[in-house]
């Protein structure tokens, strides 16, 4: 199929996602069919045929962004589903989504790997949560938890060691309001359980046995000195990883020649407990996904919870909630710039020019939900609270208006300043760790990742999603490090649009009429 | 001279009736105790470790507006054989336990470990989950916990103010780290991470639980063949 049949004049579809949906129909009659499920979109596709339509796809309807892969857990159909939501980076738009259905004892789907090499991560996570076997995939091995690990959490029928009930309120405390600690219930007195029978020997555990295949240290064959290649274990605790994340590096002398990365030393199962919460327990927990911007969290969940619910906001609560979200942003990427700087070298001094004004955003944040960095603030329809009449003994008006005209630019241009003619700084991020818009494409790189590749309608132009899912947060947040050398100056760049964006921002005025 | 070792403070009778209030007789300890505590109070450095959220406060509170220099606790190390605190900021994962056993093990006597946060101090909001160590104390001595979620920075300088407190009631003649007896008795055994995480400390009870099990698996064999 070539590019003039795609745009046949008699018919007309209504997007770009019709059409290609239509045309793979066209295409695989029998592997391809409607999702019949009320309220779900996009088409089940047999698992044989994944990789064949997942190629066709991206070569010919030119949906060359995965975005997302999500093992779904049908208990009650005895079945697992794999769900594949691909974009059109050039046209925009909407996800064509792909449901793979398989039997839920023996789960195995086609790897997508060698079609879309961004699956690899969310396909070792769909392996180690829900118990799907990807066939011919490189690496599939366990990515948020450990080898061993007993089980696949997120299988409904997979209980944790601290279970009380499926969801809450918990029968055994509401309403009798009856307290307990659970470490009481539990023989070992800590948050763990055993297979029973299992006998350990305390010695012989052979973690990450698989870890190091395929990494090659000998380099024979190369002319010149031989020296074998070492590896590195990088992190989880370590200077520059101001978190925890570990990576396997292979090094040729000075340089990196290969480097795994390994996560899951923050995985808080946040999925877990949202299975037992209630809606609106779960946004606390959004806080808490991205802890540097809980704001922007709290947005994301509300507007889907939002939009199923079919709720309307006040144009107040949401001018108030973008006035968050913003400062959440320049907060966050205030911090950034001053880790970035941490990173390359220069400890701790420079980093505090960053940190000034984000004290002031945090005041005012304190001032008005109550916190400084777990907000809590959003609400389904609105936000918890107005804002406050003074921030620091001044009026709020007068506060965010130095905040966002005076303070906010000033800081950003005295950033620029240090940051942007800095030698040392060219030097070591120029050119270093650099990143194609075709790699960042295929590999599935999103925000910060993918703005040094130029192509900022993949932030702007896709749909919102929102991102349930830990893993693509690690993995952005791992991404983000790795190859935050080379986005730095579009980050610089990301930063100085809301120097002209606070310039000429409406939103306090808008506030003012609206009061 | 010798001074009674069970009242140190009284005046010995070996001193000159018209010395007696010129000069303070006490043992070495009690001597060296405020000098030594003055000078470990501050000066204590902080491993630089961050966990999660609280980690950020903690960075917080060593930028300028806190300013953790005033109390001499602005050196973070990147090793723990420079640092003397460990402060445990944020959730303590099963996967990340091990490292954190170990390098607890690494720092030098006297060590303290401050428990910063709701995650740290027995789970937090986590605590429920799957992959979470519900409060750090399950593996580590802990001197101080700081309630919060996460605690601000003033909340995390009070807490640090309370360990000069504790530092300030140790003596030399007591601390563990100098007691002959057993010089390994601090030192903890790494966690191991099989089918969940497993304290080595508990192996045994956990055989135990195995072989009950597998004597009631057997018991049911025999009642089945016997039917």
């Known amino acids: 199929m070539t590019d003039t049949t795609l745009k046949t004049p008699d018919t007309v579809y209504e997007n770009p996602v019709d059409e290609a949906i239509a045309i793979l129909k066209e295409r695989y009659p029998a592997a391809v069919t409607d999702d019949s499920r009320e309220n779900y979109s996009g088409v089940v596709v047999n698992a044989e045929n994944i990789v064949a339509v997942a190629t066709a796809l991206r070569d010919e309807l030119g949906f060359n962004y995965l975005s997302s892969v999500t093992g779904?857990?049908?208990?009650?159909?005895?079945?697992?589903?794999?769900?594949?939501h691909a974009y059109n980076i050039e046209q925009g738009g909407g996800a064509v989504v792909l449901h793979v259905q398989v039997d839920r004892?023996?789960?195995?789907?086609?790897?997508?790997?060698?079609?879309?090499?961004?699956?690899?991560?969310?396909?070792?996570?769909?392996?180690?949560?829900?118990?799907?076997?990807?066939?011919?995939?490189?690496?599939?091995?366990?990515?948020?938890?450990?080898?061993?690990?007993?089980?696949?959490?997120?299988?409904?029928?997979?209980?944790?060691?601290?279970?009380?009930?499926?969801?809450?309120?918990?029968?055994?405390?509401?309403?009798?309001?009856?307290?307990?600690?659970?470490?009481?219930?539990?023989?070992?007195?800590?948050?763990?359980?055993?297979?029973?029978?299992?006998?350990?020997?305390?010695?012989?555990?052979?973690?990450?046995?698989?870890?190091?295949?395929?990494?090659?240290?000998?380099?024979?064959?190369t002319p010149g000195l031989k020296t074998d290649k070492v590896i590195v274990n990088m992190g989880p605790q370590h200077p520059s990883t101001h978190g925890v994340f570990r990576m396997v590096v292979t090094l040729d002398g000075e340089t990196i020649?290969?480097?795994?990365?390994?996560?899951?030393?923050?995985?808080?199962?946040?999925?877990?407990?949202?299975?037992?919460?209630?809606?609106?327990?779960?946004?606390?927990?959004?806080?808490?996904?991205?802890?540097?911007?809980?704001?922007?969290?709290?947005?994301?969940?509300?507007?889907?919870?939002?939009?199923?619910?079919?709720?309307?906001?006040?144009?107040?609560?949401?001018?108030?909630?973008?006035?968050?979200?913003?400062?959440?942003?320049?907060?966050?990427?205030?911090?950034?710039?001053?880790?970035?700087?941490n990173d390359l070298g220069a400890l701790q001094t420079p980093m505090l020019y960053f940190y000034i004004e984000r004290e002031l955003v945090l005041d005012f944040f304190?001032?008005?939900?109550?916190?400084?960095?777990?907000?809590?603030?959003?609400?389904?329809?609105?936000?918890?609270?107005?804002?406050?009449?003074?921030?620091?003994?001044?009026?709020?008006?007068?506060?965010?208006?130095?905040?966002?005209?005076?303070?906010?630019?000033?800081?950003?241009?005295?950033?620029?300043?240090?940051?942007?003619?800095?030698?040392?700084?060219?030097?070591?991020?120029?050119?270093?760790?650099?990143?194609?818009?075709?790699?960042?494409?295929?590999?599935?790189?999103?925000?910060?990742?993918?703005?040094p590749a130029a192509f900022p309608m993949m932030c702007a132009a896709l749909n919102p999603i929102l991102i349930t899912n830990i893993l693509i947060l690690m993995w952005l947040f791992a991404t983000t490090a790795i190859f935050m050398i080379a986005s730095s100056f579009a980050w610089m760049r990301c930063v100085k649009v809301y120097v002209f964006w606070s310039r000429s921002c409406p939103i306090s005025k808008r506030l003012r009429e609206l009061r | 001279m010798t001074v009674s070792p069970t009242d140190p403070g009284a005046a010995s009778p070996e001193v000159p009736d018209e010395l007696q209030n010129n000069v303070a007789i006490t043992t070495i300890a009690k001597l060296l105790d405020p000098i030594y505590n003055w000078s470990r109070r501050n000066s204590l450095w902080p491993l630089g470790f961050g966990l999660a959220c609280c980690a950020i406060e903690m960075i917080c509170t060593a930028a300028s507006r806190f300013d953790l220099a005033r109390f001499g606790?602005?050196?973070?190390?990147?090793?723990?054989?420079?640092?003397?605190?460990?402060?445990?900021?944020?959730?303590?994962?099963?996967k990340m336990v091990p490292t954190i056993v170990r390098l607890f093990n690494q720092m030098a006597e006297p060590r303290y470990v401050i428990s910063m946060g709701a995650c740290a101090s027995g789970g937090g909001p986590f605590k429920e989950?799957?992959?979470?160590?519900?409060?750090?104390?399950?593996?580590?001595?802990?001197?101080?916990?700081?309630?919060?979620?996460?605690?601000?920075?003033?909340?995390?300088?009070?807490?640090?103010?309370?360990?000069?407190?504790?530092?300030?009631?140790?003596?030399?003649?007591?601390?563990?780290?100098?007691?002959?007896?057993?010089?390994?008795?601090?030192?903890?055994?790494?966690?191991?991470?099989?089918?969940?995480?497993?304290?080595?400390?508990?192996?045994?009870?956990?055989?135990?639980?195995?072989?009950?099990?597998?004597?009631?698996?057997?018991?049911?064999e025999v009642a089945e063949t016997a039917v």
């Open chain 1, 366 to 451: 304190e001032a008005t939900a109550g916190s400084r960095m777990m907000c809590n603030f959003m609400r389904f329809g609105g936000v918890a609270y107005d804002l406050p009449d003074d921030v620091r003994g001044q009026p709020i008006m007068k506060f965010l208006n130095d905040l966002i005209y005076e303070r906010i630019p000033k800081a950003l241009e005295q950033g620029d300043g240090l940051m942007t003619g800095n030698e040392i700084l060219r030097n070591r991020s120029i050119g270093v760790g650099y990143l194609s818009a075709e790699d960042a494409i295929a590999y599935s790189a999103a925000g910060p990742v993918c703005a």
């Open chain 2, 73 to 94: 606790m602005e050196v973070f190390r990147a090793t723990p054989r420079q640092a003397d605190v460990m402060i445990i900021s944020g959730t303590v994962t099963k």
């Open chain 1, 105 to 221: 004892d023996d789960p195995v789907v086609p790897s997508l790997v060698p079609v879309f090499p961004g699956a690899d991560f969310q396909e070792r996570e769909a392996w180690d949560m829900f118990g799907i076997r990807f066939d011919g995939h490189p690496d599939l091995r366990r990515i948020l938890t450990w080898d061993e690990f007993n089980g696949h959490p997120l299988r409904k029928d997979w209980r944790e060691p601290f279970y009380e009930d499926d969801h809450k309120p918990f029968g055994s405390r509401w309403p009798g309001g009856g307290v307990h600690r659970a470490e009481e219930k539990n023989l070992y007195g800590k948050n763990v359980q055993y297979p029973s029978g299992w006998v350990p020997t305390g010695e012989e555990y052979e973690i990450e046995t698989n870890m190091y295949e395929g990494i090659t240290v000998s380099r024979d064959g």
């Open chain 1, 72 to 84: 779904v857990d049908l208990i009650e159909d005895n079945k697992m589903e794999v769900v594949y």
């Open chain 1, 257 to 341: 020649v290969g480097l795994k990365p390994v996560m899951g030393y923050l995985h808080r199962n946040h999925e877990k407990i949202g299975e037992r919460n209630t809606f609106i327990q779960n946004i606390p927990y959004t806080d808490r996904l991205d802890y540097i911007s809980s704001m922007s969290n709290n947005h994301g969940y509300v507007l889907a919870v939002e939009k199923l619910m079919g709720a309307e906001v006040p144009e107040r609560a949401e001018w108030i909630r973008i006035l968050m979200v913003e400062l959440t942003r320049i907060v966050n990427h205030l911090w950034a710039l001053g880790f970035l700087l």
């Open chain 2, 129 to 220: 989950g799957y992959s979470v160590v519900d409060g750090i104390d399950k593996f580590l001595p802990v001197d101080v916990y700081i309630p919060g979620c996460p605690p601000t920075p003033q909340a995390l300088v009070n807490g640090l103010i309370a360990l000069q407190e504790k530092i300030d009631h140790q003596s030399i003649a007591t601390a563990s780290w100098y007691s002959k007896e057993d010089p390994m008795a601090d030192v903890i055994p790494v966690p191991v991470l099989g089918p969940d995480l497993v304290d080595v400390r508990q192996i045994d009870l956990i055989k135990a639980e195995a072989a009950k099990a597998q004597a009631e698996i057997t018991e049911a």
